[in-house]
């Protein structure tokens, strides 16, 4: 973009941020476009001084004090229009690779704080974040939430089904809540693990053959070892290696 940098502003309303875009209206920025995030006070318009004059030399010409009046109060008014409003709300700015600044502003302490920690948390880790800012600005929807839940039900469901599993699936199991403690959680391992516990609970021995061939190339024998799940490792050599 050439000429001189824009900078433009928008309410936090209807807005989401998915999949590493921030949409809006007829708007979106990918976040590695983004180059610095901060937050600041909504930008006051200076009060037109050459208006004031303006008013003011028509009231000092006038020859009737009703004309003084109504010029006086037209200023007045005038001044009150610029500064009721403009101190009162906060803003999330984004400046752009291009130079470009982009402005966000709304009036409730909570929407700018929950939208900037949500845009600052996009731009700095690239977190597979999903938020929906409704017409108010109030986060509606976050995928972390709903992440959490899914996890908290999947260790509900496996903790369930242990008591009446045998020591290889409660060995499975306790791989499976291994590795949803971790921080960089392989939702593709933990779909694998969900499959093949289920296999192992059904005894399908032929699919079973399979899924403990993937299980080692996914590298899973080695948190085998680091946890002592000796009944897995003796199961897959017995399947594989014999």
Not at 60 to 86: K, P
Not at 87 to 110: N, Q
Request: with cysteine; charged share 25%.
């Amino acid at each position: 973009m050439s000429g001189k940098n824009q900078e433009t502003q928008y309410k936090i309303s209807n807005i989401q941020i998915k999949d590493g875009l921030i949409s809006w209206e007829n708007h979106t920025v990918r976040s590695s476009g983004i180059s610095q995030v901060w937050l600041g006070e909504l930008t006051v318009k200076p009060f037109p001084a050459e208006l004031f004059l303006i008013l003011l030399f028509i009231a000092l010409a006038g020859t009737h004090v009703v004309c003084m009046l109504i010029a006086l109060a037209a200023s007045a008014a005038v001044w009150l229009l610029y500064h009721r409003t403009g101190g009162a709300e906060k803003m999330v700015h984004m400046k752009l690779l291009d130079g470009d600044v982009i402005s966000f502003s709304t009036h409730d302490e909570d929407s700018i704080a929950g939208f900037y920690e949500a845009v600052k948390g996009l731009t700095e880790d690239g977190t597979a974040l999903e938020i929906l800012f409704d017409e108010n600005g109030k986060a509606v929807k976050s995928s972390e939430e709903d992440a959490a839940k899914d996890t908290t039900q999947a260790k509900v469901k496996t903790v369930n089904r242990s008591a009446a599993s045998g020591p290889l699936t409660q060995e499975l199991q306790v791989l499976y809540e291994n590795y949803t403690k971790k921080e960089d959680t392989d939702n593709e391992i933990l779909a694998f693990l969900e499959e093949l516990i289920g296999l192992t609970e059904s005894g399908e021995r032929s699919s079973l053959t399979a899924a403990y061939k993937k299980f080692v190339t996914l590298g899973l024998i080695s948190d085998c070892n680091e946890l002592g799940l000796d009944k897995i490792i003796q199961e897959i050599k017995a399947s594989i290696y014999q």
